[in-house]
């Protein structure tokens, strides 16, 4: 594998200077890839647009061709935050209105590819803002196909395709978590309690590796729920977290809220220890993992 730089009319951005992860990665075999720490794109998803896709300029790499707005990361930045600045820098797309679901990996071994697929949170229209792009359109998903496709995402479209159905969500029993560990948190349940929402913050930010949740894929960016009951309902909120905080039985809330996400149809686990409570979220339909499994995601 050996590095290239830069060529006149080859990718850059429209304003200030490259970034020294903007050159080529030649294989051994020869082809060229975009990207020195390799590359990641943003296939963002609307519940009634579709999909956003670039339709790429005549000189470019593959061009003419219809892709994910994206390019190279810099060095030592994450694969979901280089996906997010490359949308928001080729294709206007706002930060705070996308909402991550899962990272999915092209390893070539000498070079990545990392599609992060997010759901639209805030409805936007997408802005040309880069001299690459002929075009940005909300495509629906049944005619991303039809479309002449860059061929990087025309091989990965259907894997990707295929992960549009699944949305993961945890609920989590704090009252059953706190209490697996004998840390003194009976001498403060509420601020026990928020130090536990703020571990699933941080799980909420950063993600879960796939096979944590038994998924495909690299990691998953799965809706949190942490149900708090008596005193511990005194605990401030977390960002990226849904707080509940039961008025009376802690069980009945976990179940209520286990049936509301599986009638919006995400994947949902439900993290307690409780025997009954587990056989009552089963018959909902719902996984069941026990504290040790949440603690050690944690880490």
Known sequence: MTIEPPAPGEPRRPTGPRDAGD??????????????????????????????????????????????PGGARH????????ALREAAEEAGVPD????????SVLDLGYWSYTTLVGDVATPFEPTISDPESRELAWVPV??????????GFAASWERLRALLGTRPAIVVDAADVVGSVPDGWWRDRARAAERLLSDVAALAAGGVPASALDLSEESWFPEWSVVLEGQARAAGDAPGVHVVRAEASGDDAIVAETQRLVTAGRVVTVVTSDRGLRDRVVDAAAAVRGPRWLRDVIG
Do not use: K, N
Request: charged content about 20%; hydrophobic content about 45%; proline content about 7%.
């Open 75 to 82: 060095e030592g930045e994450s694969a979901c935050d280089a």
């Open 96 to 103: 705070a209105s996308i909402r991550p679901r899962v990272l």
């Open 142 to 151: 049944d005619e991303v196909a039809r479309h002449p496709l860059h061929p």
């Open 23 to 68: 050159a080529w990665v030649v294989a051994p075999t020869g082809e060229r890839y975009w990207g020195r720490f390799g590359a990641a794109g943003l296939l963002a998803v609307d519940p009634e647009r579709g999909v956003l896709l670039q339709h790429r300029v005549s000189w470019s790499h593959f061009g003419d061709t219809w892709a994910l």
